[in-house]
Each structure stands twice: as C-alpha cells, then as structure tokens.
C-alpha cells in the first residue's frame, strides 16, 4: 500500500498545484448512498454499504463519519498526479523488484503508466473500477478527458505517437447493452500499446457502481490496443449489491478472494 505523492503522508507543498476535497454530498451520491443519491439506472442495487437505519451511507451515520475522515484532499490535476505516480511507482519498482499493480478509482491511471514505464517488472495489472472511460468523462463530469486513451499523459503507442490528436478515433454506432456508455474506439488499424501487451490485465466493476456504466469501455480499449484484458462485473460472479468503494463494503472479503482466484489463476 503507497501514498501517492502530494498526498496522505507524502506532504503537499504549495507548489504542487491546487487541491479538491469531496463534500459529504459528493460522498453519498457517489459512494456511500448511491440506492437514493446516485442519477445512474444502476445505483438503486446498493445493497452493501455497512451500518443501520434510516440514515445508513449519510452524513451524521457513525459508519458514514467514521468513513468521511479517512477523506484527503488530492491536487486537481490529473496530469501532474499521473506523472508524479508513474514516476515514483517506477522507482519504486526498481527498488523492491517484480510486483503485482492492483488500483482502484483514481489511481487506475496509474496502473497502465507504471507498466509502461517498467514492462519487465510488472507481473499483472489488477483494475478495480479505473478511472475512465478512454476519451470522455461521464456519470461524474462531462467532456473531454483521458486524450491517450486510458490515461492523461503520454503512453507509448506503436505506431508512435507524439500528440494525442494522431489517436484516430470514433464512438461506436450504439451502446453494448441498456443502460450502458456508448464506447470511443480506435479506428482500425489501431495502435498497440505495446509495452503492456505481455502482461495480464483484469478490470472489475460493482453491480451498483456508476463505473457499471463505462468499465467495459476501457476493457474494450485496452482489448482493440492489443492488452489481454479480462472484463469482470461482480454480479456475473454471484457478488451482488456493491457500490464504488468495495473494499469496505459488506461483503468485502467474497470480492478479496474473487480478486486472489484471478491472480492464482492468471500470474505466473
């Protein structure tokens, strides 16, 4: 477990840039209170979040408290965040040797940009919820994000690539299923990410999450671009009811082993 620069113990200076914290309200409609918060189809399956009551998953609940002080604020921008992670994660790398990348939310980003700053030392890409999707924020922004795909800042491609706009592509003709973002793709022939293609790849999303809407976006990308990507929804695998922050929820310990049968499974 890492502090990322700037952030938690790893002190934020001045001119590191300016930061952002979440509301409680950011909290709940995202997090903690999706089944009546959240604006997405899905997030009326929350189930799982811990504690009682009529006031469960919101500000003045002790589980919810309890939860909301763990919160720091994170510089805004996610250029900066992603070149200082992809930088330290490589250095560390080289200090401690081989190592399975397991990200959540945020730090997704990370994951792709580490591995292709140290192909040889990463063993396996776990993905839980990555920021995304390629191209295009949604759900909890609008607009333009993400110009190399699955990340803010330069990934190598093959054919090379020196500006982001030489990334030919184009948003699929309709969505994959009800409920679902319509994905941007690579028009054919796609470039390859190549220094992640020797290395296995899972992406996981929670039933209730707002990442249900778009996970499958970013597996798909990565898939096209040449990464052996697994696509798993919690709820084919009989895991019900999760929202975004899965490793506090309920049932918290089905989705670590789910998560240990994969790496046993996939990671030689």
Not at 138 to 165: C, F, H, L, Q
Request: charged share 25%; net charge negative.
């Amino acid at each position: 477990m890492i502090d990322q620069p700037m952030r938690g113990r790893s002190a934020w200076h001045p001119g590191d840039g300016k930061t952002r914290m979440f509301t409680a309200a950011n909290e709940e409609f995202q997090f903690t209170a999706v089944e009546t918060a959240g604006t997405w189809p899905q997030a009326k399956k929350h189930t799982q979040w811990p504690g009682d009551g009529p006031n469960k998953g919101r500000k003045g609940d002790a589980v919810f408290d309890a939860f909301y002080a763990t919160q720091v604020e994170t510089v805004m921008s996610n250029e900066d965040t992603q070149q200082r992670n992809k930088d330290a994660g490589a250095a560390l790398l080289d200090k401690i040797g081989p190592a399975i990348v397991l990200t959540h939310s945020q730090s997704g980003a990370f994951g792709w940009l580490i591995a292709d700053a140290r192909p040889q030392l990463v063993k396996a890409i776990l993905a839980i919820e990555p920021s995304g999707p390629p191209f295009e924020a949604t759900m909890i922004g609008n607009g333009k994000a993400r110009a190399w795909g699955p990340t803010d800042i330069a990934i190598t491609y093959d054919p090379p690539v020196k500006e982001p706009s030489e990334i030919a592509i184009e948003r699929e003709a309709e969505a994959d299923g009800p409920d679902l973002f319509v994905c941007w793709m690579q028009k054919a022939p796609a470039r390859q990410l190549v220094n992640l293609k020797n290395i296995p790849v899972m992406i996981m999303a929670a039933e209730a999450s707002y990442h249900q809407v778009y996970d499958h976006c970013t597996a798909k990308y990565l898939n096209q671009a040449g990464v052996k990507t697994e696509y798993i929804r919690l709820q084919d695998k009989g895991i019900r009811g999760n929202g975004h922050m899965v490793m506090i929820e309920k049932n918290n310990l089905d989705i670590a082993r789910l998560i240990d049968d994969w790496v046993v499974k996939n990671v030689k």
